[in-house]
């Protein structure tokens, strides 16, 4: 019987995380998962989608507005949601969507502290993937994902970067109790910024196989 095995990517925005996701998915024939999760937790639960991505990857009342804000604001609260679920309840909802698939199939996870819920599991390769703040600013300039860029400057792409990975920092360690981006909360830390992509990949790869949890 094949083992199943799992890998977590925790990222700085913009470091290149979700692109080496979907390279492991292709290479090994495995479903990614990363903002899926919140229809597939609004679907087990019966509740709004738009609940789910309110409190997703943050916690606080205040968040960036601009090419990072999302829908934001209308269903939360400082301490919880206008539904009247708690983000802990909330957390829990997609936590068991995260060992749903996890009992089912292979996967690779992409945040959503996807390490600490599958912390447990014995196959399982958390790796956290960080760049240079002008490497994520030029690949999220590429993909086309700050609206209105020529707005900005650079100095002021990089601050609105540090904001929002202080947002996935706070809801890491809020949900975890470990510290995001620290190497002690995860196996592998990569620097995108000095491996490249694809070598990110290939180190990733190169663990899965010595640890012989593929063949």
Same mark, same amino acid.
């Given at each position: 019987m094949e083992t199943k095995f799992y890998i977590t990517i925790g990222r700085q925005k913009g470091a290149g995380g979700l =692109?080496?996701?979907? %390279?492991l998915s292709e290479e090994f024939g495995i479903p990614f998962y990363d903002k899926q999760l919140?229809?597939?937790a609004a679907k087990e639960s019966g509740l709004s989608k738009e609940i789910f991505a309110n409190i997703?990857?943050?916690?606080?009342?205040?968040f960036i507005s601009g090419f990072f804000s999302g829908i934001m604001?209308?269903?939360y609260t400082e301490y919880g949601?206008?539904?009247?679920?708690?983000? =802990?309840?909330?957390? %829990?909802?997609?936590?068991e969507c995260?060992?749903?698939?996890?009992?089912r199939e292979s996967a690779i996870f992409v945040g959503r502290c996807a390490d600490y819920i599958l912390r447990e599991r014995n196959a399982c390769l958390n790796v956290f993937i960080t760049a240079t703040g002008e490497d994520r600013v030029e690949r999220l300039l590429?993909?086309?994902k700050i609206p209105d860029a020529e707005r900005y400057s650079m100095e002021e792409m990089l601050d609105l970067l540090e904001k929002s990975d202080s947002k996935r920092e706070t809801y890491y360690n809020y949900f975890t109790y470990k510290q995001w981006g620290a190497s002690a909360s995860y196996d592998l830390c990569l620097n995108s910024s000095l491996f490249g992509i694809e070598g990110c990949v290939k180190i990733i790869k190169d663990v899965l196989y010595s640890k012989g949890w593929i063949k």
């Open positions: =692109e080496i996701a979907k %390279r919140l229809d597939i997703d990857e943050r916690r606080g009342s205040k604001g209308s269903l949601t206008s539904s009247g679920i708690s983000r =802990e309840e909330l957390f %829990r909802i997609q936590s995260i060992q749903h698939i996890a009992n590429e993909c086309n």
